[in-house]
């Protein structure tokens, strides 16, 4: 618990560091002190985000962009004044218990500690760790740049707090659809892992091209699920795709020249 001082001083600080600036543009539904103290965050996320203010991991928070069942996205800015995704998962949500199937099995991570908490910090640094297995291969991913028990922090893929549109919200084409079967290849051969949730909804389209996101499902190619995880997100994204108007190859033979 928090004594009532220490609260206090968490209260006021958050008044002046992660209340946007006025010169500077927010949203409109910005960070509000009483609402995340009461509704989105508990008390000991707050001190891990006093704990990244106070070491200039981020200098501000503006705002949530996104906001989920497991976790809520916040438009945060460093030193450089360069944009940052904090993403927080959430501690009072019971929808990571049934997340253990894509942690047990994956040899990565042969000991998962009992408790809530305990499995949604793991699956905070499972994420970071493979953005990180990404990145370094060449896959094109949000970046990875800090993790704290449930705190992720990640490139902002966007402008002035508004993320990048994602497949599900754009115009697709045949380059689009030949890029996301390119990218579940690469993620398949060179990072060794399968996504286990790559759909419409968690890869950006940007003038760079598409950047692939939500990584925290994402397993070890040892885990006895990952061909069925890997035919899954085949499945998925071809009936996007296809649903879009476009031909798509058969699924089977998809995953015959990924795992070729």
Not at 115 to 122: M, N, P
């Amino acid at each position: 618990m928090l004594s009532d001082a220490l609260e206090d001083d968490l209260e006021s600080f958050f008044d002046k560091k992660l209340i946007s600036k006025s010169k500077r543009k927010t949203l409109a539904d910005g960070f509000k002190k009483n609402k995340v103290i009461n509704e989105v965050l508990d008390k000991s996320t707050i001190m891990t985000l006093y704990n990244m203010l106070r070491t200039h991991i981020v200098s501000y928070i503006n705002g949530i962009v996104r906001a989920g069942k497991e976790s809520v996205i916040f438009w945060a800015v460093d030193e450089n004044e360069r944009d940052i995704a904090l993403k927080v998962y959430l501690v009072t949500t019971s929808n990571f218990k049934r997340r253990t199937s894509y942690i047990i099995g994956d040899p990565r991570f042969s000991r998962v500690k009992k408790g809530t908490r305990s499995l949604i910090d793991l699956w905070a640094k499972k994420e970071y760790r493979n953005l990180k297995q990404c990145y370094n291969r060449g896959i094109p991913v949000v970046k990875a740049i800090h993790v704290t028990k449930n705190i992720l922090a990640m490139e902002f893929v966007g402008e002035n707090g508004v993320p990048a549109k994602t497949l599900i919200e754009s115009e697709v084409d045949k380059k689009d659809y030949d890029s996301a079967i390119s990218i579940l290849k690469n993620l398949y051969k060179d990072a060794k892992l399968v996504h286990c949730d790559f759909s419409e909804f968690n890869i950006f389209k940007t003038d760079k091209g598409l950047i692939l996101f939500d990584l925290g499902s994402a397993v070890d190619l040892r885990h006895p699920n990952a061909n069925e995880f890997l035919k899954r997100d085949i499945k998925n994204i071809s009936t996007f795709f296809a649903k879009r108007g476009l031909t798509v190859e058969n699924p089977s033979d998809v995953l015959i020249r990924i795992q070729k």
